[in-house]
């Protein structure tokens, strides 16, 4: 299950802005990939500007390029206190969840997990990341007071993309992986917490990925109560898996290292590499550590779903 939308747009044409800014056009390029390698899942792009925007963040497109925050919003005490907590559906959020449901009335029903931002990271886009790391030291109270925002409007969407025929979710909270163990929990997986008490059952899992984790945050990420974790290149991904054979653990190919910057054979080569090193794991879903770049070359995909049907025969 790599993390590929965007590469997509190398099959059906078309620019990366359209993607973030289009349900069709974003439906047309995860489907080329679903279809291209029968994927048993396909997912709304990984655009971490979207829930940003709703409230208020001025964005910066760019035709090729993915959308993100061009400055924050959020400087003092009261500026947090005036934040509107913004309604579902208001901006690019509609095309999200459009997509959502979209994928999901294709015509083989495809399990569809839909992306959203995690509340540490968006707050650090609302105030600037530097700013929030700085806070979790100095002023735990008013970073506190954001993170309470963010999680009311991230419990609320989850919950929209449930209603909108999503199978399941998965949260991007890249920002937690800055954190020390102790300060993911308090500022991070606590607030995860919220989001999977409001919406994961048994029928929709939640997915908490985080790129740049190592190990010892792994406590601190299964504290959040998700069903899954998606770690990037920093997890020692084998003792992850001995430490948590409870959860289901995915990951963790480089998506610059192995798929951008390498070669069809390389890609191969190292999925399948990873792939002998977890063959005793019966936990582990293999995937891309983090977003694989719209430049990746289709032919480095290949290499990976090689690998992939080779490890199965």
């Given amino acids: 299950m790599p993390l590929a ?43 971490l500007s979207v829930e940003s ?3 208020g963040c001025p964005i910066a497109f760019g035709e090729n390029e993915v959308p993100t925050v061009s400055s924050p919003i959020v400087s003092s005490e009261s500026d947090i206190e005036s934040l509107r907590v913004p309604e579902i559906g208001e901006k690019r959020t ?7 449901s979209m994928l999901k009335s294709l015509e083989d029903k495809p399990y569809t997990l839909a992306v959203t931002i995690g509340p540490f990271s968006l707050a650090g886009r609302l105030m600037g990341m530097n ?46 992986g800055l954190l020390s163990p102790p300060s993911v929990e308090e500022f991070s997986s606590n607030y995860l917490k919220q989001i999977v008490a409001e919406v994961q059952d048994g029928s929709f899992p939640v997915v908490l990925h985080n790129c740049g984790a190592k190990l010892q945050h792994l406590k601190a990420k299964l504290s959040a109560s998700t069903y899954a974790l998606h770690f990037g290149a920093p997890m020692n991904i084998i003792e992850a898996l001995k430490s948590s054979q409870d959860r289901i653990i995915l990951g963790n190919l480089d998506p610059a ?25 019966r936990n582990f879903i293999i995937s891309s550590g983090c977003d694989i770049p719209a430049g990746t070359k289709i032919e480095n995909l290949d290499g990976f779903f090689e690998a992939c049907k080779k490890n199965k025969k």
């Fill in 5 to 47: 939308v965007f590469p997509g747009i190398q099959l059906v044409g078309g620019r990366l802005i359209d993607v973030a800014t289009d349900s069709e056009t974003q439906v047309a390029v995860s489907n080329a990939i679903h279809k291209r390698y029968k994927t048993p899942v396909v997912m709304t792009a990984m655009d």
């Fill in 53 to 55: 925007e709703a409230f």
């Fill in 94 to 100: 509609s095309v999200y969840l459009k997509t959502a």
């Fill in 131 to 176: 700013d929030a790391l700085c806070l979790t030291i100095t002023d735990t109270s008013t970073l506190h007071k954001l993170l309470e925002k963010c999680a009311m409007f991230l419990v609320n969407y989850a919950r929209a993309f449930k209603t909108n025929k999503a199978d399941g979710l998965l949260i991007a909270e890249p920002a937690a």
């Fill in 257 to 281: 290292a192995v798929f951008l910057n390498s070669t069809a054979e390389e890609t191969y080569a190292k999925t399948l590499e990873l792939l002998q090193l977890t063959k005793d794991f």
